[in-house]
């Protein structure tokens, strides 16, 4: 008790020397760790023990190709127009998705005003000209390679915890994804942010590049506080059922894993499918719509509920 009595003392006394910062209504300070240590260029990529110091959850992460910093020895000191991409990198949709992921992993452009960890974080900024490399020709003249490196300002590590190859449309190879960052903040403190969103590649001669990337972020209070749209089941039954008038018996939800699947016969007689992923803050996504033809087929559909309130 004497021992740590004596330990807060030592703490407030601390505070009292420096200009107070207050949060949440207390003194603050970072936590500390002793003396900054910069990353060995031969460091190792973090192995799966480390990963309890990474994550919140023991959710599997699928980003892990790149195993270790070897990989990165010949792109070392070379911008991006001087990084040839491996062929072998990009010879299949799924290879070109986990390796770009699984470059980016150990990726960070922490900031002054985003700022996490106690030195050098992973491979600093080392992988960002590789990576940008994964687009396409049309991307590059929409993204400089400034704007490209700007775009992960305070973002000081990556997991690719979802991923999901959903049905090509004219050329597009489209992917649904989940991603899972740390990011750092003005109180030096780093933060979970978790975003959803679609990948869509191009075959480009032989190989499959990169040409979009859309991500929307995920929002942790909205939905245990408001609305309904974040629920699959209530989003069925009210903007399909409701307002668009299309269902006669919805089924109960089936779920498998993330993977939720409502079934419902419709007004017209017909069965229709919906499914949705379920995110990391429990919300469900709607990624894809069928109707079975009068073969028995199930068959790609899309109907706009807002357009059932227009009308």
């Keep these: 008790m ?43 990529i973090r192995t799966r023990d480390a990963e309890k110091y990474f994550r919140p959850s023991t959710l599997p992460i699928k980003n892990t190709l790149v195993k270790n910093s070897q990989f990165f020895e010949p792109y070392y000191e070379k911008n991006h127009k ?68 700007q775009s992960f300002a305070g973002i000081g590590h990556l997991n690719l915890i979802k991923v999901n190859r959903l049905p090509d449309e004219k050329g597009i190879i489209p992917y649904f994804i989940e991603l899972e960052t740390i990011e750092g903040s003005s109180k030096g403190v780093t933060y979970f942010a978790y975003y959803y969103g679609y990948v869509q590649l191009k075959k480009v001669q032989k190989l499959y590049k990169i040409d979009q990337i859309k991500l929307y972020g995920e929002d942790f209070l909205c939905a245990p506080y408001h609305l309904w749209q974040h629920d699959a089941e209530a989003v069925v039954g009210i903007m399909y059922g409701e307002w668009c008038q299309l269902i006669k018996k919805q089924l109960p939800a089936k779920q498998d894993g993330y993977v939720k699947t409502i079934d419902f016969i419709g007004t017209d007689g017909a069965d229709y499918r919906f499914i949705f992923y379920q995110l990391t803050n429990d919300t469900d996504v709607i990624i894809s719509q069928y109707k079975k033809n009068t073969e028995g087929i199930w068959e790609s559909i899309k109907i706009d509920p807002f357009k059932c309130i227009k009308n």
Excluded at 11 to 35: D, E, I
Aim: with cysteine.
């Design 2 to 44: 004497e021992y740590f009595r004596k330990w807060i003392n030592r703490t407030f006394n601390h505070f009292s020397r420096k200009k107070l910062t207050l949060v949440m209504g207390a003194q603050y300070a970072p936590q500390t760790f002793g003396q900054s240590v910069e990353r060995n260029q031969t460091t190792l």
């Design 82 to 149: 001087e990084i040839k991409l491996p062929a072998a990198l990009t010879l299949t949709p799924d290879e070109t998705v986990l390796n770009y992921f699984s470059i980016l992993r150990e990726a960070e452009n922490l900031t002054e005003k985003q700022m996490g960890g106690c030195g050098t974080v992973g491979m600093a900024k080392m992988p960002y000209p590789i990576a940008y490399k994964f687009f396409t020709k049309d991307y590059h003249k929409r993204v400089t390679y400034h704007e490209y490196l």
